[in-house]
């Protein structure tokens, strides 16, 4: 019966340690797109800085691009709306992804309970 349990406690923790990669590799996800919105605020603020008479280009592979001051204020602002919806998107996710790991961690820990108690029966009829 001990054996029985330790399995099912190995496969738990192994899926467990799983959810927890999971939840740093949308969490590393999640502070790209912080960096990102960071960077494109500073466009933005530059941009807002400019009147029509600047001349604005935009990098297009190797080359520059004349583009219309308003294209790229919009362009931004279409850019940061996007990624500020994956922030939330992200954060989303983070949260259901930690409610369930944490569900997770209670069920091995009545299991790891379980096994110990089994261990300790083994022990007692020997």
């Known amino acids: 019966m001990a054996e029985a349990i330790q399995k099912k406690l190995q496969l738990g923790l ?3 340690q799983q959810m927890q990669k999971d939840v740093s590799k ?3 996800a999640r502070q790209k797109l912080e960096a990102q919105v960071t960077e494109n605020n500073i466009v933005k603020e530059e941009l807002d800085l400019l009147d029509t008479q600047n001349t604005v280009y935009k990098l297009i592979g190797p080359v520059l691009v004349k583009q219309d ?5 919009a362009t931004v602002a279409k850019r940061l709306e996007y990624i500020n919806g994956e922030i ?4 989303m996710l983070l949260k259901d992804m930690e409610k369930k790991s944490e569900q997770h961690r209670e069920v091995l820990s009545s299991l790891q309970q379980e096994y110990q108690r089994a261990q300790g029966r083994a022990v007692g009829k020997v």
């Open 14 to 16: 192994e899926k467990y």
């Open 26 to 28: 949308s969490m590393s």
């Open 69 to 73: 001051l308003e294209e790229a204020k």
């Open 88 to 91: 939330q998107r992200y954060e």
